[in-house]
């Protein structure tokens, strides 16, 4: 079975498409599947532009992306939930409380996961390794100052915008594909 990674933003228009396939790239190779949605989402939307410019420097083609809004079945059905704020944990984590101790903010996560200690022998299933070894990591560190952990939206800014926002996406993102490679 394939495990899931989901990301989610309010719109599914900008930070979790640009998640995906970042995060498609570099997972690349790893039995790791990856999807966005977002809490305010309108069906059927291409893109942002700006981020579709992103999308396809991972060597993918973003043409076909259409936005979806989030539904409880797709948080049920990931193995990890990475969303871009605070209050988009909480409406995942409403929509479907049994998610919540596999339900983190990227740039949580990513702190998370570069402070874990990768288990000492192969794991059979690498992602929910990843995420274990990241929860038994939150004990370990000071809480953040509030808003560290909000990836800031970048609709209505310029492209330069949008390349900074991908840059902390993927500073999030690799620590969570080495600590796979490091339990697989």
Request: proline fraction near 8%; charge should be neutral; include cysteine.
């Amino acid at each position: 079975m394939t495990d899931r990674v989901l990301f989610v933003c309010h719109a599914n228009l900008c930070r979790s498409p640009m998640a995906e396939y970042l995060a498609r790239r570099l997972l690349a190779g790893r039995p790791v599947t990856v999807a966005s949605a977002g809490t305010d989402a309108v069906e059927g939307l291409p893109m942002h532009p700006y981020a579709a410019d992103i999308a396809a420097e991972t060597g993918d083609d973003p043409t076909d992306f259409r936005s979806r809004p989030l539904r409880a079945e797709y948080l049920v059905g990931a193995t990890l939930v990475l969303t871009a704020t605070r209050r988009q944990r909480s409406v995942c984590t409403s929509l479907a409380p049994s998610v919540l101790h596999r339900t983190f903010t990227l740039r949580q996560f990513g702190r998370l996961a570069a402070a874990a200690e990768p288990p000492e022998e192969p794991a059979g299933d690498p992602l929910r390794a990843a995420v274990e070894a990241a929860a038994r990591a939150r004990g370990r560190l000071q809480p953040a100052a509030p808003g560290t952990d909000d990836l800031r939206d970048p609709i209505g800014g310029t492209a330069a915008d949008f390349r900074r926002c991908a840059e902390e996406i993927e500073r999030s993102i690799r620590p969570l594909a080495a600590l796979i490679v490091a339990a697989g």
